[in-house]
């Protein structure tokens, strides 16, 4: 073999694997919109990499995921962040949190989203129903902003003479409006007052309580909200500073040390997250995916917290919770 055709048939061998490489699909990028400081949700995003590594795709090895974080609730960064995933053109956009999903569908009619919400994806304009979205978005319902009556009916079973009880709302949500009105309807009914106090920031919560504080509350509902969700250590602590029972809807508040919580899993809501983003990475269309209705529930009580404040948990409540922490 002549040198010339040495060179050609050498460098001919070695520039097909490069072009063979180049060929190669790029790597599927997801954009995961969340309404909170990451910190306090790294259990759920956890959740949401097992659903995805269930459908085939693991961070880092077959998909990316670039992370956007309104830090504290900031919901108004929201939009822009929507808009920057968009100009990324992702594959498909996460949104967890109703401010994070009305953000993601503002900003794209066409980019598939897959949102966990709290309420009623209908009512909220995400989907046009639940067992056919027929629309780029689907994803999970975790009914917690729904559960307010129940959460209520917890507190007067646990304080039967408890006649004034005070709701906390982030007015920033789109859920609030909702959420006030099931609880004072179920107030109503059971004849209890509720005095509403509203927070969007930690120091608006620190200023809630001391109203509470004035009011003489008896017990708290903490509302609806992923701000609430992350600030859970700060309400926890504040409910035992004040001496004031205390229910949220998501289990990590009795784990810190608040009283009760009462809520669907998260854990599971964030892994079918990742499952249904996985799907849409293999060509699913949201439009043909049924919205998930959260089915699994956990009631949580905090028994040393509960003898802290003096309280002594009913039996009948005992029996029916999933979880008591001693």
Known sequence: MKRREFITLFGGAVAWPLAARAQQPAMPVIGFLGAASPGPFAPQVAAFRQGLDEAGYVEGRNVTIEYRWADDGQYDRLPAMAAELVHRQVAAIVAVSIP?????????????????????????????????????ATGVNSFLAEL?????GLLRELLPT???????????NANVEGVTKDVTAAAAT???????????DSREIEAAFATLVRNKADALLIGSDVFFISRRVQLATLTARHAIPAVQNVRGFAEVGGLMSYGTSQTEAFRQLGVYTGRILKGAKPADLPVVQSTKFEFVINLPTARALGIEIPPTLLARADEVIE
């Open 190 to 200: 059971l004849g209890v007052q509720i005095d509403v106090v509203q927070a969007s």
């Open 162 to 172: 408890a006649a004034r009880i005070g709701l906390l709302v982030n007015p920033t």
């Open 148 to 152: 307010g009556a129940k959460q209520l």
């Open 100 to 136: 994070a999903a009305i953000a993601a569908k503002a900003a794209t009619a066409t980019i598939p989203i897959v949102f966990n919400v709290t309420g009623d994806p209908v009512r909220l304009d995400l989907v046009a129903g639940l067992a056919r979205p027929d629309s780029n």
